[in-house]
């Protein structure tokens, strides 16, 4: 119960004692006194941790490794590792097949998705059941961020499955499937209920950064308008749904007037705030880009730009699958600093992905780390290294090789503080200058392996780019490269002048790499699977069935409710 307890802590600001969470089992399928506050913590809970014990030991998932049912972990690795920004180089069961496109519905990975979502739900619609009668205020605003919850499980249903069983209660019978047009339509009709709910928090007045809030409406409406095409088309692979391209800007133009900001921006003269103290190639500075992933993101100012943020905490929310996972998978001991001890080597960019920065000819001449990169290729975004800070020298092979250094690392997400500035990190000699190692460097919070930084599922910068893609879309270039070169500026990279489909689509690539969301991109520019798909990368070639933009419905969970028998052969699985 250790997490839920610091999850209520930190949401509601009240005192419960021990002994009332400790009788109150949170499985949302058992029968048993219910306590209210509790279940509303847990289901903030489900983001940020993999269940009741952490970081493993009773996981909320059956029939999964605890470590890898994490809410993040999960949607992250199926919107990554299938697409070009980059290999796990692991063999981990069920992961060759989402590298290559060739998963069916036996893959453990989908089934570890699938269950997340669906338990994070039931756990929702459990609160929701049992609050039905309130008529408090308090309660009533909790019953408006708990549906806020729900539809952000159910969004990314939407976006990685086609038909899905789908209720609002919690009941003795199998829910039946539901279509994904219908799907969208009810997510629509949520949001837009939720954005005028009087119990919502109001965009800006919420008094903690990890709740969810009336932004939080307006941003799944603007995401869903944006893919509209595609969560509505009649076949998979056809892109031929209705467009709500002036839907998609309408919201991403509240959300960019809203009292949420970029990082590092001022929007009134359109102009970046340069936070570097030094900024040449052998110093360490942290760039407005960089402080949104570091150890102190929830107080540096990189919280103005979170529209929901995903709370970690080296010491009271440890688990395997949320910043952890981030830090430590990209590194090896030859990376310092970065804010933990721990270090699995097992994810780096893909070559293809190395090409969107640099020319490829060229590419094979670098050898800078990550402090050294952005300041050479001239975008404080380029958080990557083609050598470590120990020196080791990265190739650029790829071909699906389980080597950590056949291509770049990127390392955008840190452990370290943006507090932590050059003149406390030396050289064995004691200088300044970032070439040499090793480090010394001391977690501000003395826990060595687990780090502090939060994770910023929906922020503003999104808006910016939803805004200059649904204005390229509708013919409007000017504001179209002006939202762009929004983000380029407060990156510190040059302008551009004008736009097309592969510029676009980069500039998703470049802003939001490791994020989670490359496959949703790619999909929706018609380069993931499908007829019109031409891109290839490792571990792909063009060509892939259509059936690859969606997952299927689990195996197991077919076998289970009959109701979903034949969903996936329509779709080819």
């Known amino acids: 119960?250790?997490?839920?307890?610091?999850?209520?802590?930190?949401?509601?600001?009240?005192?419960?004692?021990?002994?009332?969470?400790?009788?109150?089992?949170?499985?949302?399928?058992?029968?048993?006194?219910?306590?209210?506050?509790?279940?509303?913590?847990?289901?903030y809970a489900t983001f940020g941790v993999t269940g009741q014990?952490?970081?493993?030991?009773?996981?909320?998932?059956?029939?999964?490794?605890?470590?890898?049912?994490?809410?993040?972990?999960?949607?992250?690795?199926?919107?990554?590792?299938?697409?070009?920004?980059?290999?796990?180089?692991?063999?981990?069961?069920?992961?060759?097949?989402?590298?290559?496109?060739?998963?069916?519905?036996?893959?453990?990975?989908?089934?570890?998705?699938?269950?997340?979502?669906?338990?994070?739900?039931?756990?929702?619609?459990?609160?929701?059941?049992k609050t039905v009668d309130y008529t408090d205020a308090e309660t009533?605003?909790?019953?408006?961020?708990?549906?806020?919850?729900?539809?952000?499980?159910?969004?990314?249903?939407?976006?990685?499955?086609?038909?899905v069983p789908f209720t609002l209660t919690v009941s003795p019978n199998k829910p039946m499937p539901t279509t994904r047009q219908d799907l969208f339509t009810w997510l629509e009709s949520e949001c837009l209920e939720l954005a005028a709910d009087p119990y919502i928090i109001q965009a800006g007045q919420r008094t903690n950064k990890y709740r969810v809030d009336q932004a939080c409406a307006w941003f799944l409406l603007m995401r869903i308008y944006l893919n509209a095409e595609?969560?509505?088309?009649?076949?998979?692979?056809?892109?031929?749904?209705?467009?709500?391209?002036?839907?998609?800007?309408?919201?991403?133009?509240k959300l960019m007037e809203s009292s949420y900001k970029l990082h590092g921006y001022d929007k009134s003269s359109n102009t970046a705030i340069d936070l570097a103290t030094?900024?040449?190639?052998?110093?360490?500075?942290y760039s407005a880009y960089q402080q949104l992933f570091m150890g102190d993101?929830?107080?540096?100012?990189?919280?103005?730009?979170?529209?929901?943020?995903?709370?970690?905490?080296?010491?009271?929310?440890?688990?395997?699958?949320?910043?952890?996972?981030?830090?430590?998978?990209?590194?090896?001991?030859?990376?310092?600093?970065?804010?933990?001890?721990?270090?699995?080597?097992?994810?780096?960019?893909?070559?293809?992905?190395?090409?969107?920065w640099v020319d490829k000819n060229k590419a094979s001449t670098y050898s800078l780390n990550e402090y050294q990169m952005p300041v050479a290729l001239g975008d404080d975004r380029a958080i990557m290294a083609s050598r470590t800070t120990a020196g080791k020298k990265m190739s650029l092979n790829g071909n699906e090789l389980a080597d950590f250094y056949a291509s770049w690392s990127v390392l955008k997400f840190t452990g370290v503080y943006s507090t932590s500035k050059s003149d406390t990190l030396k050289d064995v000699n004691n200088n300044d200058s970032i070439v040499g190692a090793p480090w010394t460097w001391a977690s501000p919070v003395g826990e060595p392996k687990w780090p502090d930084t939060d994770i910023p599922l929906f922020r503003l910068a999104e808006a910016y780019l939803t805004y200059a893609e649904a204005c390229y879309r509708t013919g409007e270039a000017a504001p179209a490269v002006e939202a762009v070169n929004c983000l380029r500026r407060r990156a510190n990279a040059p302008e551009i002048t004008s736009l097309d489909d592969e510029a676009l689509l980069t500039e998703w690539a470049k802003e939001f790499f490791c994020e989670g969301r490359r496959r949703t991109d790619l999909i929706r520019f018609g380069q993931f699977a499908g007829p019109n798909a031409t891109k290839t990368w490792e571990g792909h070639k063009a060509g892939k069935d259509a059936k690859y933009n969606v997952y299927p419905i689990p195996a197991k969970d077919v076998t289970a409710n009959e109701n979903l028998k034949g969903l996936n052969e329509e779709i080819g699985y």
Not at 3 to 20: E, H, R
Not at 78 to 95: A, K, S
Not at 327 to 354: I, K, L, Q
């Open 278 to 285: 030094e900024r040449t190639a052998d110093h360490v500075y």
């Open 297 to 356: 993101n929830d107080n540096n100012g990189a919280q103005e730009e979170a529209i929901f943020m995903i709370y970690q905490d080296a010491i009271h929310s440890q688990n395997w699958g949320g910043s952890r996972f981030l830090v430590s998978a990209v590194r090896d001991a030859n990376y310092v600093p970065f804010g933990s001890t721990d270090t699995w080597s097992c994810f780096r960019s893909s070559p293809e992905f190395v090409y969107y």
């Open 53 to 129: 014990k952490g970081p493993d030991g009773n996981g909320d998932v059956d029939g999964i490794d605890e470590g890898t049912s994490s809410f993040y972990r999960m949607f992250w690795e199926l919107n990554e590792f299938c697409t070009d920004e980059g290999w796990w180089i692991w063999n981990d069961v069920g992961l060759a097949d989402i590298r290559t496109l060739t998963w069916s519905s036996s893959n453990d990975l989908v089934y570890g998705l699938y269950s997340r979502l669906n338990f994070d739900i039931t756990l929702c619609n459990s609160f929701l059941d």
């Open 140 to 163: 009533l605003a909790q019953r408006a961020e708990v549906r806020m919850l729900r539809a952000i499980n159910f969004y990314y249903l939407l976006d990685m499955f086609y038909k």
């Open 1 to 43: 119960m250790k997490y839920t307890k610091i999850f209520l802590a930190a949401l509601l600001g009240i005192g419960m004692t021990a002994c009332s969470l400790d009788r109150t089992p949170l499985d949302p399928n058992t029968d048993t006194k219910f306590n209210k506050d509790a279940v509303f913590a847990k289901c």
């Open 230 to 253: 595609v969560y509505n088309e009649s076949a998979l692979g056809l892109r031929d749904g209705a467009p709500r391209y002036a839907d998609a800007k309408q919201y991403a133009k």
